[in-house]
């Protein structure tokens, strides 16, 4: 315990205890920030190079020769792992590797400092290390050990040789392969482990001590201190920093770096391929710069980019992106500069290019198909109107002068020629529908004598069908506000589909009610009901649902999508709801009119 507590503190030992506090700050500051290859052992060096320092600040301050020795014994496991931790730094940091649970690795950190800690522990009864001739010596003001080293000194000392030339074998060899930017680090790498391994050789063969001790300890400390103060300011080691470097000079995409002025600061290899001869030299303003200098110029005065088209050069498409790179000290300017990207967009161009011409060709052929199938219709649906009037004229002015078979022909052909004059109208609507050439003029109607109309309407079709038609509605004496014509088109649909799904002695009933500004007009029939999730179906274009029914609905599947597009032009909307083997209600949304005080007459 004498040891510690009968100490004498100079500044030989004072220097000592403040590399031992900035090793110590540096540890702390490497394992909290830093991620770089060889990290484990770049710690491992630092922790022995701390024991080391503690050892030599007590040796430093013991006024005696016992506790001098006591102290130098002590300091040998870190003396044998700091060279063995930083050659595999070394190895690690230039090869990259990844050093895991490697069994002989772990053998030389643990065995060889354990071994020779034995070695320094029985060194009073065997003076392997340290021979008899070791004697303290005064010299003026400062006292320090003569060393007589003895065999196994020479030994580890040997053994330690090899870890420390194998990792400048390594640094020598990575410093030839590695490029020009990382160069002058491995310089410093290579110099940082020649320096002390030349002050031990000195300490060794020509006696050359500092403050009377071994200076390697002190050289490897400032060595270290050194390598972490670059370390601070330069990014060589820091994995973040190389992998936003590598975007930088790997990327394909032109990068070009403004300073806080506006001028140029550096560029990428990338940009220097596109602009060639006539990238600015550094401290030069961009205005000549083609293309790029007059985008960036109004930015630099007013920050914001004065173009969102992209930029067309050398036969590609940029898209020119700013970033500002901010100070990281708080100052007066904020930012340093800019870094401009000019990200390759040619691709995308050109697929967005290829799109929209693709587009207009199937608008312009959809909208030729459209003018095709208005002017069929057209043409169809006047010879069709001759058929039917004259198939009408036919029946009517032939009833009792022809046999049963012929007027049976007769009805056929004409109930046939309503069926194709109602896809003609259907296909016509859909496709003035399609081009927008429908104009709808919205009136206001009575409620009441417009479903009056349209019930006695279909009343005589649902008869020939054996379906009755009811209506169970009350006065409702309110003005709907739609286009007549239409809207009777869109109830007449909806009736006329629920009669043909309702079977022979079946009912269809109509009925209305106010909700809220709308009136809801609601039409249920008897038939088998519709599936769930069907509303595409039931709604869509050229579709009709499936159903086990054996009366055949026939129809083009357009009425009820025609009947959804015009009850929403008007403001107003349509739904269902359906229990199969019960039937289907449909409800018509039809907006009201102006509140009135008399009832309306149609």
């Known amino acids: 315990m004498s040891c510690l507590t009968s100490l004498e503190f100079t500044f030989a030992s004072a220097f000592a205890a403040a590399l031992w506090a900035a090793c110590a700050l540096i540890l702390v500051w490497v394992v909290r920030n830093n991620r770089f290859a060889g990290r484990p052992a770049f710690i491992l060096t630092l922790l022995a190079m701390l024991w080391w320092l503690f050892t030599v600040t007590f040796d430093l301050a013991s006024p005696d020769e016992t506790c001098k020795v006591g102290w130098s014994l002590a300091a040998w496991p870190g003396i044998t792992l700091l060279p063995i931790a930083w050659a595999f730094f070394v190895f690690d940091y230039t090869m990259n590797t990844r050093p895991g649970r490697q069994p002989v690795r772990l053998l030389l950190y643990l065995g060889l400092p354990s071994l020779v800690s034995i070695i320094a522990l029985t060194n009073s009864q065997t003076h392997l290390l340290y021979g008899t001739g070791t004697r303290l010596v005064t010299q003026g003001a400062h006292r320090f050990v003569f060393f007589d080293h003895g065999p196994l000194f020479f030994a580890v000392a040997a053994g330690l040789y090899i870890f420390v030339s194998s990792a400048l074998g390594v640094l020598a060899y990575a410093f030839l392969r590695a490029k020009k930017i990382i160069r002058p680090f491995l310089g410093v790498l290579i110099g940082i482990t020649a320096v002390p391994l030349a002050g031990n050789l000195a300490y060794v063969g020509w006696g050359v001590t500092m403050f009377g001790y071994d200076p390697t300890p002190f050289m490897f400390a400032v060595a270290l201190i050194a390598l972490s103060w670059l370390l601070l300011n330069n990014t060589m080691m820091d994995t973040a920093a190389q992998g936003r470097n590598l975007l930088f000079y790997a990327t394909q995409d032109p990068v070009i770096i403004l300073d806080a002025e506006g001028r140029f600061a550096g560029a990428n290899p990338a940009a220097k391929a596109l602009f060639g001869k006539k990238i600015p030299r550094r401290g030069e303003t961009l205005d000549q710069l083609e293309k790029i200098g007059p985008v960036l110029s109004p930015f630099i005065r007013t920050g914001e980019l004065g173009s969102a088209d992209p930029i067309r050069l050398r036969g590609r498409a940029f898209d020119p992106r700013v970033l500002p790179i901010e100070s ?54 006047t010879p069709l109107t001759s058929v039917k009037g004259g198939l009408d004229l036919a029946l009517h002015g032939a009833a009792g002068e022809v046999s049963p078979a012929l007027m049976t022909l007769l009805t056929i052909a004409q109930r046939n020629s309503l069926r194709l004059l109602k896809l003609v109208d259907d296909v016509l609507d859909l496709q003035k529908l399609d081009l927008s050439t429908i104009t709808l003029r919205l009136q206001d109607l009575d409620a009441d004598a417009f479903l009056r109309d ?149």
């Open 328 to 381: 990281p000290i708080q100052t007066k300017r904020p930012l340093l500069g800019w870094s401009v990207s000019l990200v390759d967009i040619t691709e995308r161009e050109q697929s967005a290019e290829a799109l929209r011409e693709a587009l207009a060709r199937a608008e312009a052929a959809n909208h030729a198909k459209s003018q095709f199938l208005a002017m069929i219709s057209h043409e169809l649906r």
């Open 454 to 602: 349209v019930m006695e309407e279909y009343e005589a079709y649902a008869a020939e069908t054996g379906v009755r038609l009811t209506t169970t509605s009350a006065q409702v004496h309110r003005q709907l506000r739609a286009d007549p014509d239409r809207l009777k088109q869109v109830v007449g649909n909806v009736i006329s589909n629920a009669v043909k799904f309702s079977p022979e002695g079946g009912q269809v009933a109509c009925s209305t009610r106010l909700i809220g500004s709308r009136l809801r007009i609601s039409v249920q029939d008897s038939g088998i009901g519709i599936p769930d999730n069907k509303e595409d179906q039931v709604f869509g274009r050229f579709n009709q649902v499936e159903s086990g029914s054996s009366k055949v609905s026939g129809g083009s599947g357009l009425g009820m999508h025609i009947a959804k597009i015009l009850i929403e032009r008007m403001d107003g909307a349509i739904s269902y709801e359906s229990r199969l083997g019960i039937g289907t209600t449909f409800h018509i949304d039809v907006p009201l009119g102006p509140q009135t005080h008399a009832p309306v007459t149609a």
